[in-house]
């Protein structure tokens, strides 16, 4: 696939593809999911919406920031050889994303920061590899950022009823970054420098947090899970059926819509279809997406 790169201010963002293709079928994403959308916004075939299958158009991805003195991954997609028997899509991957990162041009011990929205399955992965028998560190050099309050939620020793379907995931993919000494605990707010601020938008799960990129006047936000489709940008009352609380998720979309149109911040989400970014715009009462089309930066 080809690369997407794009300019905010003198950094740099590109995205890294783990798998891409159809995903979950519609109602099981959204339980609230109405096909009626799919007359009212044809625009969803082919790139978001896939007829043969009936599913919603799904991408796996990271996005590399590079600024003038640090390299960052935020959000390492589902991992390879990873045991993921609730997840049929994510079980035992294989795929070739290192050498995706490598033709990116990042080598892992190049990696300053990895910065996860939330510790979910399919955000968490790469963060380690097996590496004779136990999972290690991918970036050996690497601070890993993730909110307090999403690394006691997920913590099996500190939460005792977290679903079965997360068996393993906090074992595998954030403890040994934790015992290495290289987790970077922070509060919902915070920043890194000057560039890269830290806000919380809870809801999909307990401390999902944005990233936002400021850098010359532009800004780039990227948003993780507040929202897994385009559609959402129009029918923001609709929550996913992973989101730990739905109402609270809610919240958390419509404010960052309408923060990332006040400030026509360019927005990377985890998960849309190609191509993948854009902007959103105020539309009468709600909002549109603007899918940034562009090979220019």
């Not at 028997?85 to 920061?113: I, K, Q, S």
């Not at 059926?241 to 360019?266: K, M, W």
């Not at 854009?278 to 220019?296: I, L, P, S, T």
Request: proline letters at 8%; a negative charge; aromatic letters at 10%.
């Amino acid at each position: 696939t080809a690369m997407t790169t794009r300019r905010i201010g003198a950094s740099t963002v590109t995205r890294v593809e783990e798998r891409a293709g159809p995903g979950f079928a519609p109602e099981m994403l959204l339980p609230d999911w109405d096909p009626a959308v799919l007359q009212e916004h044809p625009w969803l075939v082919p790139n978001y919406y896939d007829l043969a299958s009936g599913k919603m158009m799904s991408s796996i991805h990271s996005w590399v920031i590079r600024t003038r003195h640090h390299t960052i991954l935020i959000d390492t997609c589902v991992g390879n050889h990873k045991p993921r028997p609730a997840w049929e899509r994510f079980h035992m991957l294989d795929t070739p994303y290192m050498d995706r990162l490598a033709a990116a041009g990042v080598r892992p011990e190049e990696v300053d920061y990895v910065m996860c929205t939330h510790l979910h399955v399919d955000h968490v992965g790469w963060n380690t590899t097996l590496r004779d028998g136990r999972w290690v560190p991918t970036f050996p050099n690497a601070k890993y950022v993730f909110s307090d309050v999403e690394r006691t939620y997920w913590d099996p020793s500190l939460n005792k009823d977290l679903p079965e379907s997360n068996a393993g995931i906090f074992e595998d993919s954030v403890a040994p970054v934790i015992e290495a000494g290289q987790a970077q605990v922070v509060g919902m707010t915070d920043r890194l420098g000057d560039n890269l601020l830290i806000e919380p938008a809870p809801g999909h799960s307990p401390g999902h947090v944005i990233f936002r990129l400021m850098d010359g006047g532009d800004e780039g936000v990227f948003i993780g899970d507040v929202m897994h489709h385009p559609i959402q940008v129009y029918r923001p009352e609709w929550s996913s059926r992973f989101c730990t609380d739905p109402v609270q998720a809610e919240a958390s979309r419509r404010r960052i819509l309408e923060q990332c149109a006040a400030c026509d911040a360019r927005v990377f989400p985890a998960h849309f279809g190609a191509p993948h970014i854009g902007r959103v715009r105020r539309k009468g009462a709600g909002y549109r997406f603007d899918f940034d089309h562009g090979d220019q930066p």
